[in-house]
């Protein structure tokens, strides 16, 4: 397979390798304590036209490919902070592109050119206390009271919950099950609407966040689609969200590695390098070649997802092995650091409780599995989202 990146995204690259190196990097460490990435950021991301890569030019996009959200991802990791992409892709791939996918022109014009300039910032709320892998079980409610919803429930896990100035939320329209499921933009500042962040193990650069919904009076016209008709819309984005899961895993591991790597040549005991033990060069060997086998499903994802090939079960391979490989790259990679490992000084040690996200969210390991046995003739049962 010919990976399709081509001059212009390279171009793209060096411009946001400058931007990461500039903006991001230096305040890094500052953003970890805040446990939020700043509003400046996502305005700084905008201005240079890095949120709307996807979204269609008449809401101020560049309508470009995956490519470059790959792109996008792979350098802003160079921060060697895990929450700082989640934050970006939060709202540029997960709670924007939704609304373009499925919202009315007068929604999309409302909402999509300020997120794409960066002045408003959206989170998507899926996830409830009592509803994560089942999502077709989520009770948050919209009743309808003339030209508005009335919404009452709550969300859980929610990344950019707090910062968001809107939360692309489901919610239960009709009876159970997916097909009474509704999408609906909930503006921040509605009355009754009230958050909570939440402290995490890690990625604490990206802001979690519990949302409670108490008569939250929202216009009916924010509605996505028709009424019931949210399921389809929320799976399709799916496959993008675990996409830009598997690439942040893939370079994450990179970081690791080298980090690893430096670390292994420039430490000296017993009179030498740690990595003049053999064991310690085929231990990352053994990581760089796990590395190796997880871009090369990654891009295999990438490749069928940019030309609209069907791609469920490769994408759902993808951010499997990426996401619990970079487990045991984590934990290898940490091994070689000894007590630095632990010290907040070294990045390592954020690199490490990064790592324990991804299996878990946009679909855990399980519910991939259960997807990729599905596709694969497996189960009786096709797989579930
Ligand atoms: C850092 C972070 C950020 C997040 N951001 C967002 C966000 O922005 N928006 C949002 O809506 N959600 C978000 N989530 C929530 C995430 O999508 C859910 O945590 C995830 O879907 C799992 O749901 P759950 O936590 O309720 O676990 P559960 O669904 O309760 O699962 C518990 C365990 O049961 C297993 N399990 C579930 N179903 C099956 C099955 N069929 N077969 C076998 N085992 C099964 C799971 O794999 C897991 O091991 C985030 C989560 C985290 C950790």
């Known amino acids: 397979m010919t990976l399709g990146f081509t001059e212009d995204h390279d171009q793209f690259r060096r411009s946001l390798k400058t931007f990461v190196e500039r903006e991001?990097?230096?305040?890094?460490?500052?953003?970890?304590?805040?446990?939020?990435?700043?509003?400046?950021?996502?305005?700084?991301?905008?201005?240079?036209?890095?949120?709307?890569?996807?979204?269609?030019?008449?809401y101020g996009g560049s309508g470009l490919d995956f490519w470059y959200t790959t792109v996008m991802v792979q350098e802003l990791m160079q921060c060697g902070s895990v929450g700082v992409p989640v934050a970006a892709m939060a709202h540029a791939e997960f709670a924007?592109?939704?609304?373009?996918?499925?919202?009315?022109?007068?929604?999309?014009?409302?909402?999509?050119?300020?997120?794409?300039?960066?002045?408003?910032?959206?989170?998507?709320?899926?996830?409830?206390?009592?509803?994560?892998s089942d999502v077709a079980a989520i009770r948050t409610k919209a009743v309808r009271d003339g030209?508005?919803?009335i919404i009452n429930g709550s969300k859980t896990f929610i990344t950019n919950g707090t910062i968001a100035d809107f939360i692309t939320t489901a919610v239960r329209t009709g009876g159970a099950g997916h097909g009474g499921m509704s999408l609906i933009v909930v503006p921040a500042d509605t009355k009754g609407l009230t958050r909570k962040r939440l402290q995490k193990i890690g990625t604490h650069s990206s802001d979690?966040?519990?949302?409670?919904?108490?008569?939250?009076?929202?216009?009916?016209?924010?509605?996505?689609?028709?009424?019931?008709?949210?399921?389809?819309?929320?799976m399709q984005g799916f496959e993008g969200e675990r996409l830009v899961l598997s690439v942040i895993a893939c370079a994450q591991m990179r970081l690791m590695f080298e980090a690893a790597r430096q670390h292994g040549h420039d430490r000296k005991i017993f009179g030498q390098s740690?990595?003049?033990?053999?064991?310690?060069?085929?231990?990352?060997?053994?990581?760089?070649?796990?590395?190796?086998?997880?871009?090369?499903?990654?891009y295999?994802?990438?490749?069928?997802?940019?030309?609209?090939?069907?791609?469920?079960?490769?994408?759902?391979?993808s951010k499997l092995f990426a996401t619990e490989t970079a487990l045991t790259v984590a934990r290898e990679c940490a091994?070689?650091?000894?007590?630095?490992?632990?010290?907040?000084?070294?990045?390592?040690?954020?690199?490490?409780?990064?790592?324990?996200?991804?299996?878990?969210?946009?679909?855990?390991?399980?519910?991939?599995?259960?997807?990729?046995?599905?596709?694969?003739?497996l189960s009786r049962r096709r797989g579930a989202s």
């Open 24 to 58: 991001v990097t230096p305040n890094v460490l500052e953003w970890e304590r805040e446990g939020q990435v700043p509003r400046s950021f996502f305005k700084k991301l905008g201005d240079l036209g890095f949120l709307g890569i996807r979204l269609g030019e008449e």
């Open 208 to 234: 979690t966040a519990e949302l409670f919904y108490e008569d939250c009076r929202v216009p009916a016209r924010y509605l996505l689609g028709p009424e019931n008709g949210g399921f389809k819309p929320l």
């Open 335 to 377: 091994q070689i650091h000894g007590g630095m490992s632990h010290m907040e000084e070294c990045g390592m040690a954020r690199l490490y409780r990064d790592s324990l996200a991804f299996t878990i969210g946009a679909g855990t390991s399980e519910v991939l599995r259960t997807i990729i046995a599905g596709d694969m003739g």
């Open 274 to 298: 740690v990595l003049d033990f053999q064991v310690w060069q085929h231990r990352l060997a053994d990581v760089i070649t796990n590395i190796e086998a997880a871009e090369a499903l990654m």
């Open 96 to 132: 924007t592109r939704i609304i373009e996918r499925a919202g009315s022109d007068e929604l999309k014009k409302e909402f999509l050119g300020p997120a794409v300039a960066g002045d408003i910032i959206g989170a998507l709320g899926v996830t409830e206390p009592g509803a994560g």
């Open 147 to 149: 030209d508005d919803y």
């Open 300 to 317: 295999r994802g990438i490749d069928l997802y940019v030309r609209g090939e069907p791609c469920n079960a490769e994408i759902s391979m």
